[in-house]
């Protein structure tokens, strides 16, 4: 991989993981677009870790007032503490999406594989958003988020396990969908991505080192890590402006405009 594959996959990486519109997607659409080669499981695992970073920096004061509210649920044995609430809710909406990923692993990664799979999902994702704007009149806030609509949200992470399914925007529209406000709807879309992606880096790593890394990597490694980081950290501040002014129309039109383009593409090239 060459230093500029490096940084246009790390920018691909950052922006899409936060922005709905699919970075598995992106991930396997955009090489395979430009002929590229498929990325190496620990560039692809470093990258990930680098949208971890930027969510975490982001987020720092809630990740902290969540893991102090956690701790005093424990200690209490009580939900009342707002914050606390909200972490075992995050727990809870993870689960769908680990036991989903571990089940079914082998079937999810062939489906990397498959572009013309991929662009279909990145259309159902427009469809998805689309729907989502249609439906929801977004009378809740995060207080009011129960276990119900936890899991319920956390199908919706789980699906969007397939390539071409945006996580960001099947969480987001999940939200939606049980009347949350878009601004609400979207914090708990990227705290929910905490454990995700903690999760899949943690189990990627073990792979990644079993591989082993040459020292021809190193440099391609670090600025994917860097550029994936400081991407990822921009596009959750544009998006969590730009939600609480406008619809999600516009990732809807990008979605199928792209899912579009892949789609005859796969045909153009038999």
């Not at 902290?64 to 809710?89: C, E, K, M, N, Y």
């Not at 689960?95 to 594989?113: I, R, T, W």
């Not at 809740?140 to 899991?151: F, S």
Request: a positive charge.
């Amino acid at each position: 991989m060459t230093i500029f594959q490096a940084i246009v996959l790390g920018v691909l990486q950052g922006a899409t993981e936060f922005l709905p519109v699919s970075s598995s997607g992106h991930l396997v659409l955009v090489p395979w677009l430009l002929g590229w080669p498929k990325a190496s499981l620990t560039f692809d695992t470093v990258v990930h870790l680098g949208t971890l970073g930027a969510v975490i920096v982001y987020f720092r004061q809630d990740i902290w007032q969540i893991a102090r509210g956690v701790w005093q649920t424990l200690r209490q044995r009580s939900l009342a503490d707002p914050h606390g609430r909200l972490g075992w809710l995050i727990a809870l909406g993870s689960l769908p999406a680990a036991v989903l990923g571990l089940l079914f692993e082998d079937f999810f990664e062939h489906l990397f594989g498959v572009p013309l799979i991929v662009s279909i999902l990145l259309l159902v994702t427009g469809l998805i958003l689309f729907l989502s704007e249609k439906m929801s009149q977004r009378t809740r806030g995060l207080e009011t988020l129960g276990v119900k609509d936890a899991l319920l949200i956390g199908l919706a992470q789980a699906a969007a396990i397939a390539p071409g399914i945006s996580r960001s925007g099947a969480t987001i529209a999940a939200g939606l969908g049980l009347n949350i406000g878009r601004a609400a709807a979207a914090r708990f879309s990227f705290l929910l991505a905490l454990p995700i992606i903690l999760g899949a880096g943690l189990f990627k790593i073990k792979d990644a080192v079993a591989i082993g890394i040459s020292s021809a990597e190193i440099t391609v490694l670090i600025i994917g890590f860097l550029v994936a980081a400081g991407s990822g950290y921009a596009c959750i501040y544009f998006l969590m402006s730009y939600i609480r002014r406008h619809s999600l129309y516009l990732f809807t039109g990008y979605c199928w405009a792209f899912g579009l383009f892949c789609l005859i593409m796969v045909f153009v090239r038999g």
